[in-house]
C-alpha cells in the first residue's frame, strides 16, 4: 500500500494524476500531487526552466559528473509524475527540462516519457500536433520511457487498444496486473551491474510481446519488465521512485553515446 500523496492526501496519488510515494523516502523527498497542470509547477530545485537554462549555460557548463558539456534530458511533463524523473536525473548529473510543448524538444540530448495516464496523455499530445512531432522526435533521438511512456512506444497497446507511436516493436497490456491497490514493490535481478534491482509497479501494463531488436534487461514472472530497442530504453516499473539511480545511469550512457556519434547498435 503506498501512503497517502504528499499534498492531496490520496493514496497511490494516481487519484490526483501524481503519485503517492514509497515509504522509505522522506517526506520532503516524496512527489506533491501534480493537480497543477496548467505549467504553474514551480521548478524543484535541480530543474531549471528553460530560459533559465540558457542565462545560465555557461555557469552551469560542469555537470557533477566532470563533464564539460552535460547532456540535457528534457521530461514531457503534460501529466503523471514527471517531477520525480527531472529530479532523478538531476541527482544523476543530467541538466533537466520540462517539456509542455513541441517546440520545447529542440536541443534536447534525451527525453522521458513519464508514468501516470496514458489517456491522459494522449489528449494532451492530440493537440498542436505534439504526438507527430514526438514521435519524429522519438525514432531519432534516445528516450526513456516508463509504465505509460511505454505504452505511448509500444507498436500495439490492447486491454483496450489505444493509438500509440509504434516505436517500441512490442504488445502492451495495460493495467495487466490489476487496480491500483495491486500495485506492488518487488526486488528483481537485471542485466545490469550491481545486483537486483528494487522496482516499483503502479498500476502497471505488461509486455507480452517483443521483437527481435528488442533486448530484455529485467522480467517479472517471465514477462519483460525493463527492455532496450536501440537507443528506445523502456521500463513497466518506476526507476524515478527509488534512490537507485542504475537506470537513470545506462540511460545517460546511451544519450553520451548517441551525442558523441557511437553506432546506435552497442
Ligand atoms: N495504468 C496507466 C495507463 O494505462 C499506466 C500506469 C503508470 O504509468 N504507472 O496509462
Known amino acids: 500500500m503506498f501512503p497517502r500523496c504528499r499534498d492531496c492526501a490520496q ?6 494524476s501524481g503519485f503517492g510515494f514509497p515509504a522509505r523516502l522522506s517526506r520532503a523527498e516524496a512527489l506533491p500531487c501534480a493537480h497543477e497542470l496548467s505549467g504553474s509547477v514551480a521548478a524543484p530545485p535541480g530543474i531549471m526552466k528553460k530560459e533559465t ?28 509524475d514527471y517531477e520525480a524523473h527531472a529530479r532523478a536525473f538531476a541527482h544523476a548529473g543530467a541538466r533537466t527540462v520540462l517539456v509542455r510543448k513541441p517546440e520545447e524538444l529542440k536541443g534536447l540530448d534525451g527525453l522521458v516519457l513519464p508514468g501516470g495516464e496514458s489517456t491522459t496523455m494522449l489528449k494532451f499530445l492530440e493537440k498542436q500536433g505534439f504526438f507527430e512531432t514526438l514521435g519524429e522526435f522519438v525514432a531519432a533521438t534516445p528516450c526513456f520511457a516508463t509504465c505509460a511512456g ?4 509500444a507498436r500495439e497497446v490492447l486491454h483496450p487498444r489505444q493509438r500509440s507511436l509504434g516505436l517500441l516493436d512490442a504488445t502492451v497490456e495495460r493495467n495487466a496486473y ?28 505488461r509486455i507480452t510481446r517483443v521483437g527481435p531488436g528488442v533486448r530484455v534487461l529485467a522480467q517479472r514472472d517471465g514477462f519483460p519488465v525493463l527492455v532496450r530497442q536501440e537507443d528506445l530504453l523502456v521500463a513497466t516499473f518506476h526507476p524515478e521512485m ?14 553520451r553515446n548517441h551525442r558523441n556519434g557511437s553506432l546506435r547498435h552497442d
Do not use: N, W, Y
Open 178 to 205: 490489476g487496480r491500483q491497490i495491486d500495485s506492488t514493490i518487488l526486488t528483481l535481478p537485471t542485466d545490469l551491474p550491481g545486483g537486483p534491482l528494487e522496482m516499483v509497479f503502479i498500476r502497471a501494463p
Open 53 to 80: 537554462m540558457a542565462k545560465t549555460k555557461s555557469a552551469a557548463s560542469q555537470g557533477s559528473a566532470g563533464e564539460t558539456h552535460p547532456v540535457t534530458i528534457g521530461v514531457l511533463a503534460l501529466q503523471g
Open 11 to 16: 493514496r497511490g496519488g494516481f487519484l490526483c
Open 150 to 153: 511505454c505504452i505511448l512506444v
Open 242 to 255: 527509488t534512490s537507485d539511480t542504475r537506470v537513470q545511469q545506462l540511460f545517460l550512457d546511451i544519450v
